[in-house]
């Protein structure tokens, strides 16, 4: 309860600003200038060159700003985790009435507990093979679906599906989403890795799984593991090594988009490509459509003249086999002139042909009368000269002059004297007629 307005505290009231800026001149005065010694947390650097962040210590935790002045003179980008030592001025921001060290000079001691730890699990990851090179897998140009594994509170899902819907609406994106976080944060990322696991490697996975509205879960390409920038301690999840085992089995590329530019998490080097942000992620995946379009119609405007100049050459081969062929009556009246010229030439070839025949002929039937006369008289003239030599050889002739022409009983000519026998029986011819005759005595 409230005191009764007649009964004031002892003392003066002060108003909120005259309190910070009396709080604020006590710390001047009492403690400035101060240096301080901590673990980095949370940097961030402005637009406008001013750098925001916290020390650190296992007790207490300490805001500090960094004015563009100053941090222009940093020769190192300060990461989080780093072990620094700052020199600055204890001050009260009076709009919020907050407690902040503006640090004028910066400069490394050491690495923070957890850096550290960061570092022993990266070196003992990388002996093991997760970092390699062989290992990473390129991306596919089109993925058939993209699985997404992120908070759904995230201000890293909001971009992811802005740059996703703004450059590839045409792809399913399949959301399963798990703490990025805190404590229960690597158990939750690996069962929702888990689950699109499943799903890229049998194509069945439960729809109650993820949000996508579609009746039939499309096959995942690839899968971004992303959430925006923080300090170490909010990223240290994605430094777990169960988590990096799991990153490591994935069927599919896997991009990390953990933080900002300057952040980095166990699981960017076990990941296939490292994305600097959440948008860059889907960046990775998304090539725009109007690229794509732009691609479609270069290849479409190719096909159509390629086509065009197909058909333009295929009607210049018509056209000149119309030009060859002519009309068909045309062509057949050309073709009777030629039958008609070849008919008159065989007949004109022909009686020549016959002419040429005859005149043999005409000249054999000329010197046929005289050849065959020539022939007669040849052919009696060697009669005569045969008849007169057979008339010399006639017997008749000879048995005129006295001789006679003795035969046997057989008819056989006997002309020698030992043809004959005595007592055998011959005949005699002579020029008008026969004698029979008895051999009595031969002589030789």
Known sequence: MFEPAEQRLPGPVWTVGALCRAIADALQTRFNPVQVRGELTGFSRASSGHCYFSLKDTSGQLRCAMFKRAAAELDFVPRDGELLEVQGRLGVYEPRGDLQLIVERLRRCG????????????ERLQ???????????????????????????????????SALQRRVPHIPVLLVPASVQGASAPLELMQALSKLYLLTQSGQASKSDFSYKKSDLPAVDVILLVRGGGSIEDLWAFNDEALARVIANSPVPLISGVGHETDFTIADFVADVRAPTPTAAAELVAQPRALWLDALAVTERRISAAAQRRIERSAQLLDAASARLGRPSARLAQQRLRLAARAQSLQTSAGHFLKLQAQPFQQLTQQWPQAIEHATQGQTQRLERAALRLGLLDPSLVLARGYAWLSD???????????????????????DGTVDLTVNQHKR
């Open 111 to 122: 690495q923070g507990n957890l850096y550290e730890e960061f570092l022993q699990r990266k």
């Open 127 to 161: 002996a093991q093979g997760l970092f390699d090179a062989q290992r990473k897998r390129a991306l596919p140009v089109m993925p058939r679906a993209i699985g997404v594994v992120t908070s759904l509170q995230a201000a890293a899902w909001h971009d992811v599906v």
């Open 409 to 431: 009983d057989q008819g056989q000519t006997l002309s020698y004297c030992q043809q004959l026998k005595t007592g055998q029986n011959v005949r005699a011819t002579l020029v």
